[in-house]
């Protein structure tokens, strides 16, 4: 979270909060005004326009991710939605034919399965619904039961030395009931008596599209709603489109069929995909290899293995029992010493039909590994039926400890079952082999059974089943040894498993150092990089039979049915990402700067990274809400895959649908085009190069025309806005799409994209619980607006997440209210000939146009480069203080404001925080008598920053400054008061300065990196005096930053300006400003004055001292 802004940091609600809400409501009522003028002049369409000669304007088309309209649009839509629409904006100020187009998204998993959860509470509970935990009795059971669950987890944890998690004991989550009940969500947001039409998924793609447009407006977003629409087939126009898309991805052979493995949910019957995930966005499969360690007849006669006994006996058990760890490294099974089993843990033996064997595994992984391909080749799955899986027994951990097992590869020929504390039920198997040459949690576990007899001994494991089994070196890696977990262990001094940060650490450097440059030394690979050898050795152990492959989640995946996913094999249509030339392309693309830009170096890295790790995306589902497959129609494509080009579909919507017709009603079609005229020609001839128009069309041949052109002056789009968590998924998949439909013309690809992080609220996640969850309308009502657009700019714009500040929204309401009365006032109700005008302007005059000029550019940079924060700081707050300086000046020097001055400052602040402020900026433009609409009118036209006065004027701020601390020290009866100035340093610190001068490169601005050591050697060898070296290497170092600050300038021998001049043209402003009845500026160097030396010596060029006694 980005640290608050000096200003921001500084202001204080206390004395100058609104009394009542009477600001607020001004700012509201003004901003409902400005809104009705904007839609009733159409402000914000855009269409192309071209200059005489027929070039088109310079345009600039922003857009932003329809949100999912299962809901009302809540402060997290907000914040991520204010840089497009700041953006937007700050281009049409600037002369730019800016659109900003919005959608709303509809396909998917959620909506339908929020109206089938609806669907069955009514038919359950009835209308409305008596849900049973309204029923005190049965909450209290209810209640009681979770208690249970929680302290059974906690006592389960205790049992192992795990750390429990807090488990719900109240019914307390998102709808204050503990279940969440779908009607209790929609009772927050629609009139109970309209919920039961909620069981149609159609009726919210009727209800909440158009409230979004409704708070959108309300939000002063700047839109051209004409081209607005949803998604799914209900509009037929966008389904064309869709299907458009997809023939054309098929023709380029991007969208293929067969099996793959993918995230798949078995309640809901396919894969599930991020959009359909409650739970674990991002999260792809993971592969793994189940080792299969064949059970041995138990040989100690412990009683514990009687259930294991009678398994091997039966017909099912005498094919073969396995433990099967599920590892990521293959290629060091040669040094397995035993086997670690979970002893609270909870297994089952299951019948795998594909082998004719039994597997020993967790639920969960088998629940898994039933959805999964043995040989997906030949189409054989490990069970019969696809996602059941025969359980024959159960076995606790502690019924699986000390059994003897054939491990394929290993050097001993028996190895047997140890105990595990820490291994998590939730990942693998629930069963892990130990290779404690290079695994540094297996050989501290291992050792700390053999150092401790008495724990050994606990679990029932006798010393002959763990001291006969050494280490076996397998891996040599260069400066680690050939066992490098011994070594990191001994290293990092890590003696058991409380050590989990030093056992982290020492894991990921074994594990990396040994696939990048470890070699093996064991087993017929021998002499081969483990990165070499490590497929080999997979592919050997599964053509034999001693290994299978399985596939996970990476973590955690939770649809949003609330089942948690797998990962399964299944028949799929999908999307080819990854693909070589395909990557190639869009990977060429984006880190060309001249092609690409995505505002922040973190970002791209994360594009880079991506385009490394997408591979083929499964793009169909047989379940939910959008466009059929056009050529297979069991398959609907899903909600990430057709949401990829739709930037395209904005520049002709408006052809198609028009305003107030999101669904794409024919009737209300612009141009009476139906939906079965949509046909691939048409589309074709619309957005490909070199497609003839179409002949015997239903749509107007010079209404095609005008498509097609539109398109082409609008594409390329300019800028996409997002929050960060679509990088890995939806932006980078839309610059996939964009590269393969325009394969052949890359200049219409993406130009920008610019990410966010998440928003906090007061420093704090968003939460109902903590009670501040906002939603968009309720904090528009709250503090308008603009108060809310301030706020959310000011919450900062990096990738780290930003903070909404309430107060922050409170003090913009008393800001924005008091500058525009101010402001108001002086330009329209203020006595002309009480106000200066001319050129002859003062000091402070100069410094206030001066400002002005160097905000307008500094504020266009930050706008420029997506810095809103910092424009904001420069463009709001920075224009403060330069506008009350130089009224403070004028006021304590009893001078006349400059009408012209003042002006120029009012009209060039109202601009520049027009993106952000826009109402504020329309209503106030009007108020001062300027023609048209604020929001087009240009940017600030300004002269170039005159760096000498900046620095005059920063030389006045802070010799005033200083002046005030010295005043402040001033003992009682000091009356005569004195500025010294000096013109020139001593000969020690010019020198310094000849020194610096030596060292700095003009071309770039800077000193060298050796700079702070050059200095120590340079005054050691140079400063005769020893006691000046520390003050000249202090100096010195004063002096780098200010050149860091004002450039060269600031190692000037002598001050550029003339200090007396400034200071005599504001002696009585400083004497206001500090209270005195007099006050001289006076040379440091006049002998009349005698000025003792301890005075003397802080006075240097542009630095004053106030001389008081």
Same mark, same amino acid.
């Given at each position: ?98 659109? /900003?187009? /919005? ?56 049992? !192992? ?201 967790? *639920? ?25 899986? !025969? ?8 019924? #699986?400890?000390?059994?003897?097992? =054939? ?151 939770? =649809? ?15 999307? *080819? ?13 984006? #880190? ?5 830009? %995505? ?25 939910? #809400? ?26 002709? *919507? ?25 046909? &691939? ?9 070199? /497609? ?8 107007? =041949? ?20 997002? *929050? ?14 964009? %590269? ?66 309430? &107060? ?22 203020? &006595? ?44 709001? /707050? ?44 329309? !209503? ?20 170039? +920053? ?40 001593? +000969? ?21 990196? !050796? ?73 440091? &160097? ?24």
């Amino acid at each position: 979270m980005a640290p608050p802004t000096p200003e921001m940091a500084n202001l204080s609600l206390a004395g100058n909060a609104p009394k009542g809400t009477a600001k607020r409501d001004a700012l509201c009522a003004a901003e409902v005004e400005v809104q009705a003028m904007w839609e009733r002049e159409k402000v914000f369409e855009c269409n192309p326009s071209y200059d005489s000669s027929g070039k088109k304007d310079d345009k600039f088309i922003t857009t932003f991710p329809y949100p999912y309209s299962n809901g009302h649009l809540h402060l997290g839509h907000a914040f991520s939605l204010t840089k497009a629409v700041f953006r937007a904006q700050f281009e049409r100020n600037r002369g730019k034919n800016s659109l /900003f187009p /919005f959608a709303f998204h509809c396909t998917g998993m959620p909506i339908q399965a929020a109206a089938n959860k609806l669907k069955s509470e009514i038919e359950l509970y009835g209308t409305p619904p008596q849900f049973p935990e309204e029923d005190p009795a049965v909450r209290a059971k209810m209640e009681a039961e979770l208690a249970a669950a929680a302290k059974a987890k906690a006592d389960k944890a205790a049992a !192992t030395g795990a750390k429990a998690k807090g488990g719900k004991t109240k019914l307390v989550q998102k709808t204050g009931t503990g279940i969440v009940r779908q009607w209790n969500i929609l009772k927050r947001m629609v009139p109970e008596d309209e919920i039961p039409q909620f069981s149609d998924p159609v009726h919210w793609l009727r209800y909440f599209p158009p409230i979004g447009v409704e708070h959108m407006k309300r939000f002063g977003s700047g839109v051209d709603w004409r081209r607005a629409f949803i998604t799914t087939s209900v509009n037929g126009y966008y389904d064309a489109f869709i299907r458009w898309q997809f023939n054309v991805l098929r023709e380029k052979g991007k969208v293929l069929f067969g099996k793959r493995n993918n995230v798949y949910s078995i309640v809901d019957g396919q894969v599930c995909a991020d959009h359909d995930r409650s739970e674990g966005e991002g999260v792809g499969p993971q592969e793994y290899v189940l080792i299969k360690l064949k059970v041995l007849a138990p040989d100690h006669g412990q009683e514990r293995h009687g259930k294991m006994e009678k398994l091997l006996n039966t017909e099912e058990g005498k094919k073969g029992v396995y433990l099967v760890p599920a590892t990521l490294r293959p290629e060091t099974m040669y040094g397995q010493t035993n086997c670690f089993i979970l002893p609270t843990g909870e297994y089952g033996a299951y019948y795998i039909d594909a082998t004719d064997e039994v597997f020993i595994m967790s *639920a969960r992984s088998a629940r898994g590994l039933a959805c999964q391909a043995y040989d997906a080749a030949n189409d054989i799955y490990f069970t019969k039926e696809f996602g059941k899986i !025969t359980q024959l027994e159960t076995f606790s951990g502690d019924e #699986l400890l000390g059994l003897p097992l =054939s491990a394929p590869n290993s050097t001993y020929e028996k190895v047997y079952t140890l105990p595990l504390l820490t291994i998590s039920m939730g990942k693998g198997t629930g069963v892990v082999t130990s290779v404690p040459s290079d695994a540094p949690d297996d050989h501290v576990a291992l050792q700390a059974l053999k150092d401790k007899p008495d724990f050994a001994a606990k679990y029932g494991i006798t010393p002959d089943m763990v001291e006969p089994f050494e280490v076996v070196p397998i891996i040599s890696i260069e400066g680690y040894g050939d066992a490098s977990a011994v070594f990191m262990c001994e290293k990092l001094g890590i003696k058991s498993f409380n050590d989990k940060a030093k056992l982290a650490q020492a894991k990921d450097e074994t594990y990396l150092k040994g696939f990048t440059i470890g070699v093996m030394t064991y087993g017929p690979y021998s002499g081969k990089k483990v990165s070499d050898a490590k497929p080999l050795i997979k592919d050997e152990m599964i053509k034999a039979g001693q290994a299978h492959l399985y596939f996970e989640p990476e973590s955690k995946v939770v =649809s949003r049915t609330n089942d948690e996913c797998v990962v399964a094999s299944t028949d799929q249509w999908y999307l *080819a990402y990854g693909e070589e030339s395909w990557c190639s392309a869009v990977k060429k693309h984006v #880190l060309d700067d001249e092609k690409f830009t %995505a505002y922040d170096t973190a970002s791209l890295e994360k594009y880079d990274a991506t385009l490394d790790w997408l591979k083929e995306w499964a793009c169909t589902r047989q379940f939910g #809400l959008g466009t059929f497959l056009p050529w297979d129609k069991q398959w609907v494509i899903e909600s990430l895959s057709d949401s990829t080009i739709y930037m395209a579909y904005y520049t002709i *919507a408006h052809y198609l649908q028009g305003e107030n017709n999101l669904n794409g009603e024919e009737s209300k079609s612009p141009e009476n085009i139906k939906v079965g005229d949509l046909t &691939d020609d048409v589309f074709n001839y619309i957005y490909r190069k070199g /497609f003839p128009l179409p002949e015997g069309s239903g749509i107007a =041949s010079d209404t095609l025309t005008k498509m097609r052109d539109e398109f082409r002056y609008w594409y390329p789009m300019d800028l996409r806005v997002s *929050a960060k968590d679509l990088i890995p998924n939806h932006l980078t998949m839309a610059l996939y799409n964009h %590269a393969a439909i325009w394969d052949d013309e890359p200049e219409l690809w993406p130009r920008g994209y610019y990410t966010n992080g998440h928003i906090m609220v007061d420093a704090q996640k968003m939460s109902k619980s903590k009670g501040n969850f906002l939603m968009m309308l309720e904090t528009i009502n709250k503090y308008s607006a603009d108060a809310t657009r301030f706020s959310c700019a000011d919450a900062g714009d990096t990738l780290d997440d930003a903070n909404f500040s309430r &107060d922050t929204a409170n003090a913009a309401i008393i800001s924005l209210t008091n500058e525009a009365a101010w402001i108001k006032e002086f330009l329209t109700e203020t &006595d002309k000939s009480t106000l200066r005008s001319g050129d002859d302007l003062n000091f402070m005059e100069k410094v206030l146009e001066n400002e002005t000029n160097r905000l307008v550019k500094a504020t266009e940079e930050c706008y420029e480069g997506m810095q809103f924060r910092e424009g904001l700081q420069k463009g709001w /707050f920075e224009m403060m203080i330069a506008k009350n300086n130089y009224k403070s000046w004028c006021h304590d020097s009893g001078i006349a404001m400059h009408e012209g001055i003042v002006r120029k400052w009012a009209e060039s602040l109202i601009i520049l925080i027009c993106p952000i402020c826009p109402h504020w900026s329309e !209503t106030l433009w009007k108020d001062i008598g300027k023609e048209g609409f604020a929001v087009r009118a240009p940017w600030p036209v300004v002269g170039e +920053e005159d760096k000498l006065l900046t620095r005059q004027a920063k030389f006045l701020r802070d010799s005033l400054k200083n002046f005030r601390t010295s005043a402040g020290k001033a003992k009682k009866g000091w009356k005569t008061a004195t500025v010294l100035v000096a013109d020139g340093y001593p +000969e020690w610190k010019i020198n310094a300065l000849l020194w610096m001068q030596s060292q700095y490169n003009k071309s770039s601005g800077s000193f060298p990196p !050796t700079f702070m050591k050059d200095l120590k050697v340079w005054s050691t060898a140079n400063v005769s005096d020893k006691k000046k070296i520390k003050l000249t290497m202090q100096f010195v170092s004063f002096m780098k930053r200010e050149v860091d600050e004002v450039g060269e300038m600031g190692m000037d021998i002598k001050c550029p300006f003339d200090q007396s001049a400034i200071l005599n043209e504001s002696v009585a402003y400083i004497k206001a400003q500090l209270n005195m009845a007099e006050l001289s500026v006076a040379s440091v &160097d006049d002998p009349e004055l005698a000025v003792p030396d301890r005075t003397s010596q802080n006075v240097s060029p542009g630095k004053p001292v106030l001389w008081m006694r």
